[in-house]
């Protein structure tokens, strides 16, 4: 814990976020996604029973008693290859814009013309390239930046 906390702490003043409002909320919520991380491994707070029951399970799609040595090898690395693929698969989701806005630009496709449409699609481009900073908070009152 002491290595995360210097780490953060480095991370806050290397790139002048100490007074960053919405880092110091998320250091204080801490205890809430700090146990996602073990052993270097992001597993989205699934505690070691449900990754154990998990694994069982693909395993048991992939794997039997009847298995000689060579099947099973054979088996265990497509069971490899199908995993690294989808972890790919989901890295590539994560990546792609928001699904929200696909789904907007396919509807602003069917209504402009295809000059009009790439308009609309460069700035919707730009709106998911903002960043959005908290300015000030007044009461019910907030302004971002």
């Not at 707070?45 to 395993?59: A, H, Y």
Request: charged share 30%.
């Amino acid at each position: 814990e002491d290595s995360f906390l210097s780490s953060w702490q480095h991370m806050l003043v290397k790139h002048d976020l100490v007074q960053n409002e919405w880092l110091t909320d998320l250091f204080n919520e801490r205890e809430k996604w700090a146990l996602a991380y073990g052993r270097d491994k992001f597993c989205a707070d699934i505690i070691t029973t449900q990754r154990s029951e998990s694994f069982i399970s693909v395993l048991k799609r992939y794997l039997n008693s009847q298995l000689d040595l060579l099947r099973f090898l054979e088996h265990y690395e497509r069971l490899v290859e199908d995993q690294r693929f989808a972890e790919l698969d989901e890295d590539c989701k994560a990546n792609e814009p928001s699904m929200l806005y696909t789904h907007l630009l396919r509807e602003a496709a069917k209504v402009y013309t295809p000059n009009v449409f790439e308009i609309v699609r460069k700035e919707a481009m730009m709106v998911l390239d903002c960043d959005v900073d908290r300015l000030s908070e007044d009461g019910s009152i907030t302004e971002y930046e």
